[in-house]
């Protein structure tokens, strides 16, 4: 169990570094300032997912072991 939530947090962090390069290449070209403004919200929501399991995790595993 331990071993597919740290596959799922790797998964999601590696989203959010994807929705955060392709906020940086819109920007850069000077795409549309919509698709800038969903891509952050899109990150943000990403990060808090990411967030979540990363606090989740450490409740849940990070206890002493015995």
């Keep these: 169990m331990e071993t597919a939530v740290n596959i799922l947090i790797a ?7 994807g929705v955060l390069g392709m ?8 795409g549309s300032s919509n698709t800038s403004q969903r891509l952050m919200r ?15 995790a450490l409740f849940f595993f990070g206890g002493p072991k015995h």
Excluded: D, P, S
Excluded at 23 to 30: F, P, R, S, T
């Design 11 to 17: 998964i999601v962090l590696l989203f959010v570094v």
């Design 23 to 30: 906020g940086l290449w819109n920007m850069a070209k000077g």
């Design 42 to 56: 899109l990150r943000v929501i990403a990060q808090a997912v990411a967030l979540a399991l990363l606090l989740g």
